[in-house]
């Protein structure tokens, strides 16, 4: 297990040493940039310290290892311009060191209406466009304190006659410390080779620019140009600032390095009421649009019923729907 650990050290070292490259907007399948759960959405995306059971699938996956003997949880985003994005996970635990987890996550659209430039109005036929992210989890509690985990996916990204697909790994940790229930987590999102689109339709236009017989044709490299998913480094500190008899106020500071943008910061406050009943609001600095979050969510014996709202500014603003159910 130990070499698990040396693993993540590498990986995430290695990663902070390219995201600090800076390419800013060179990424695709920024699908995977899109927060999934209205409670991770309600603080921001802050959830690096905070995240547990199948939720933490998709935001550190060492918070896997706090779910209760089998959780799952599924949520539902409505996004900019009719696409949806749609979150499922399912954690088992195998005794009280080890968990194992699945989860999907799925953005989609209507098919669209295929126009030209002498058919502006449409063709009568139609194109599909989608993305799709498989992973498989573990997580392990190596100490009373200490918790890693784990991600292996499979990322796919479809448009047309034409897809490319990778697979990537999540890795993360939370410690412990005991103080005031002072947990500090980090986690690498993402870590992968380049994607490459391939189909019939770039096949055929890569076989015309060759039939011209040009040196160093720049069309043909365009054609078959890569990319790299939106790698990001993260690191969180969630501590409970009050905490009374039923009621626990957590206060959460996170730090992201993603690839393609210049760091950012969250900052939010979650109020819990005991088990059945939370609060959340945040504020995202140095994002484009995103800023304040909001949301709420309520337990009834084991079910779990959540909601979030994000301000975009001059986009339409999200609403975030989940729910989930604890054995």
């Known amino acids: 297990m130990r070499s698990l650990i040396k693993v ?10 390219l995201l600090a490259d800076g390419s800013l907007g060179q990424s695709g399948a920024n699908f995977l940039q899109i927060g999934a759960t ?14 547990t059971g199948a939720e933490a699938l998709y935001w550190n996956p060492a ?12 949520s539902h ?20 060191n080890n968990a194992f987890g699945i989860s999907a996550t799925v953005f989609s659209m209507e098919d669209q209406e295929i126009t030209t430039v002498f058919e502006p109005d449409g063709t009568g036929e139609y194109y599909g466009s989608g993305d799709i992210a498989v992973g ?22 479809t448009l047309y006659n034409e897809s490319a697909s990778q697979m990537a790994l999540d890795a993360g940790s939370v410690y412990q410390t005991g103080f005031h229930n002072l947990r500090i987590g980090t986690a690498v999102r993402n870590f992968s080779g380049n994607l490459e689109f391939g189909g019939k339709d770039i096949d055929d236009r890569i076989a015309e620019e060759e039939a011209r017989e040009e040196e160093d044709n720049p069309r043909i490299e365009r054609l078959s140009s890569q990319f790299r998913l939106p790698q990001v480094f993260q690191m969180g500190v969630a501590v409970d600032a009050f905490e009374k008899a039923d009621h626990c106020v957590t206060m959460i500071v996170d ?42 969510g309520i337990i009834v014996k084991g079910l779990r019923l ?20 604890s054995f």
């Open 8 to 17: 993540f050290g590498i990986v995430a070292t290695t990663s902070i040493m």
């Open 38 to 51: 209205p409670r991770g959405a309600a603080l921001g995306g802050g959830m690096t310290a905070l995240a």
């Open 63 to 74: 918070g896997a290892i706090f779910a209760s003997k089998t959780d799952i949880y599924l």
């Open 77 to 96: 985003t409505d996004w900019f311009l009719d696409t949806k994005l749609t979150f499922g996970g399912a954690v088992m635990k195998y005794g009280p």
């Open 136 to 157: 498989l989890s573990y997580a392990r509690k190596m100490t009373d304190r200490f918790s890693f985990g784990i991600s292996g996916k499979y990322i796919q990204e």
């Open 255 to 296: 730090v992201d390095v993603p690839s393609d943008n210049e760091e950012r910061v969250v900052m939010g406050c979650q109020y819990r009421f005991r088990k059945m009943a939370w609060l959340g609001a945040s504020y995202q600095l140095n994002y484009d649009t995103a800023g304040l979050n909001a949301g709420g």
């Open 306 to 325: 959540d909601y979030s709202y994000s301000n975009h500014d001059v986009f339409s603003s999200i609403h975030r729907f989940g729910i989930g159910y």
